[in-house]
T-cell receptor, first 112, second 112 residues
């Protein structure tokens, strides 16, 4: 089954404790992206990747890092999480340009 | 910078009605526009993708149109059903980069 998976689905952590949210897709898509969704602000793009070893900032990249060492994986790294990074995070993938975006189920992160 | 708005923010209709959801974007240099559905606590599901060279796309009871000159897209839902209740989001990808900008969504309730 074609899908985008994220882990963990739920995470509660404390300020400053490094964490990684994994994202994996099995559709051989070149393009992958991370979003955060906040009430009243909608979905905002954090980082995206056009292909392996190619990443670029979205609209809200501060406080986040990403890497794309393999085509199927695109982890989101929070080196020193802060409470304002409490949010619902989505990973998505697509073929570049023309195809639809496929979204993962989301990761709900709470930073205390 | 592209900005996407959606009207109305919420809509409640009786079952069987036809309805229209609106999406507006500020930059007409749009590469494609996509409509999504989001159910509570879940990820996004792509409904329709309209390329910049297209005027509309149809899938079952859904029809989406794109008018670049006026900066508008509409999602038409025919013969609405309670199962259509969800939040509907539109997202535009512009010609200048690979990032997507989402609207805030329209929360639809279809009453039996």
């Amino acid at each position: 089954e074609a899908q985008v998976t994220q882990n963990p689905r739920y995470l509660i952590t404390v300020t400053g404790k490094k964490l990684t949210v994994t994202c994996s897709q099995n559709m051989n898509h070149e393009y992958m992206s991370w979003y955060r969704q906040d009430p009243g602000l909608g979905l905002r793009q954090i980082y995206y990747s056009m292909n392996v070893e190619v990443t670029d900032k979205g609209d809200v990249p501060e406080g986040y890092k990403v890497s794309r060492k393999e085509k199927r994986n695109f982890p989101l790294i929070l080196e020193s999480p802060s409470p304002n990074q409490t949010s619902l995070y989505f990973c998505a993938s697509s073929k570049p340009g023309r195809d639809t975006q496929y979204f993962g189920p989301g990761t709900r992160l709470t930073v205390l | 910078k592209q900005e996407v708005t959606q009207i109305p923010a919420a809509l409640s209709v009786p079952e069987g009605e036809n309805l229209v959801l609106n999406c507006s974007f500020t930059d007409s240099a749009i590469y494609n526009l996509q409509w999504f559905r989001q159910d509570p606590g879940k990820g996004l599901t792509s409904l329709l993708l309209i390329q910049s060279s297209q005027r509309e796309q149809t899938s079952g009871r859904l029809n989406a149109s794109l008018d670049k000159s006026s900066g508008r897209s509409t999602l038409y839902i025919a013969a609405s059903q309670p199962g259509d209740s969800a939040t509907y989001l539109c997202a535009g990808r512009d010609n200048y980069g690979q990032n997507f900008v989402f609207g805030p969504g329209t929360r639809l309730s279809v009453l039996p």
